[in-house]
């Protein structure tokens, strides 16, 4: 695995060389994730947004083809906009729910809209150095600085980043903006490792093992849950792993 160093004075120059190339998408606050024209309008925290990374490549909702009736029969019309290249800066725990998405939309069929948002898009995450205290990804096999779903991962070593280079799409980006690149050492490697090691020591422990065989699925404890329930949907939004959707016709006599 490749890895690059990137001083720390020379990130919000690569985020403005990354406005250059596309679309950026980065935290805008607690709540979401949405384009940024500028470094500063980026709010790191401490944990991700509420709302992951899912309705960049899933949308809430989207019209998928127009119709209209005439005399020859029913006429459709594709409605797919081009999708812009585009940086989504992200935590690896977002990241992490891609790889699973990307199996269900490629499965039986190819879900063409959502592998071109895919396609067009170079994920960067940046690891996390003190974990909130809600966080337990080492519970369920991830880290502070996983690497699933990410094309490159920054990890803070000081005054530098330490940069590892995971797909093509992440070797690209770094090609198109090499100038504030350097070569990592195997003493950077390790202090990598070691800040990793440091920031799953500060991850609460949480034990899963077993944890599907303790549940009583028939619960009186279920049912006091479900009543609280307004069916509002918005647990299949913000879920970043959730693929349920529905498709509806709508319209007049004349198309929709």
């Not at 994730?33 to 470094?39: K, L, N, R, S, V």
């Not at 990410?150 to 990890?155: E, H, I």
């Not at 797909?167 to 990598?192: I, M, N, W, Y």
Request: charged residues 25%; hydrophobic residues 40%.
């Amino acid at each position: 695995m490749e890895a690059k160093i990137l001083r720390c004075d020379r990130l919000a120059a690569l985020i403005e060389g990354l406005l250059v190339d596309g679309e950026v998408i980065a935290p805008r606050d607690e709540f979401g994730y949405g384009p940024i024209t500028a470094p500063k309008e980026i709010a790191w925290g401490a944990e991700h947004p509420r709302r992951s990374l899912k309705e960049l490549f899933l949308p809430q909702r989207e019209v998928l083809f127009t119709y209209r009736l005439n005399d020859e029969g029913v006429a459709l019309q594709d409605v797919a906009e081009p999708v812009r290249p585009r940086t989504v800066l992200a935590r690896p725990c977002d990241a992490a729910a891609l790889p699973i998405l990307d199996e269900v939309f490629s499965w039986d069929y190819v879900d063409s809209a959502y592998r071109e948002r895919r396609r067009q898009t170079t994920v960067v995450t940046l690891a996390c150095e003190e974990p909130g205290a809600a966080c337990f990804c080492t519970a369920v096999g991830g880290s502070p600085a996983g690497t699933a779903g990410s094309d490159l991962l920054l990890t803070r070593l000081g005054d530098l980043y330490h940069v590892q280079v995971l797909t093509a799409k992440g070797e690209a980006l770094v090609q198109r903006h090499v100038a504030l690149f350097a070569e990592s050492t195997p003493a950077d490697d390790q202090c990598q490792a070691a800040a990793e090691a440091a920031s799953r020591a500060k991850v609460r422990t949480v034990a899963v093992d077993g944890l599907a065989e303790q549940l009583d699925y028939d619960s009186p404890v279920w049912m006091t849950i479900t009543e609280q329930c307004i069916d509002c949907a918005i647990c299949t939004f913000l879920c970043p792993t959730c693929h349920c959707f529905d498709i509806q016709d709508e319209g007049n006599p004349a198309g929709g």
